[in-house]
């Protein structure tokens, strides 16, 4: 019965911990804080215009055959 209230008093110790640190860290993630400022980026240049059609490179193979 001993090791039974033992381990029974370390763990309120160590729940009592976990609590403090839960307290003083706060929530996790965006809630309970001031909003961020959008960031807001530069347009970018406007890039040169597309050739119309590419180049042709040549003949397609499909089909090679077995030797």
Known sequence: MASESVGGIL???VAAIVL???VVF???G???KPPKPAK???APAA???APAAPAPRGPIIR???NQ
């Open 11 to 13: 763990a309120v110790i």
């Open 20 to 22: 403090a640190v839960a």
């Open 26 to 28: 706060g929530p996790i």
């Open 30 to 32: 965006q809630y309970g």
């Open 40 to 42: 807001v980026e530069p």
């Open 47 to 49: 890039a040169p215009a």
């Open 63 to 65: 089909e090679v055959p």
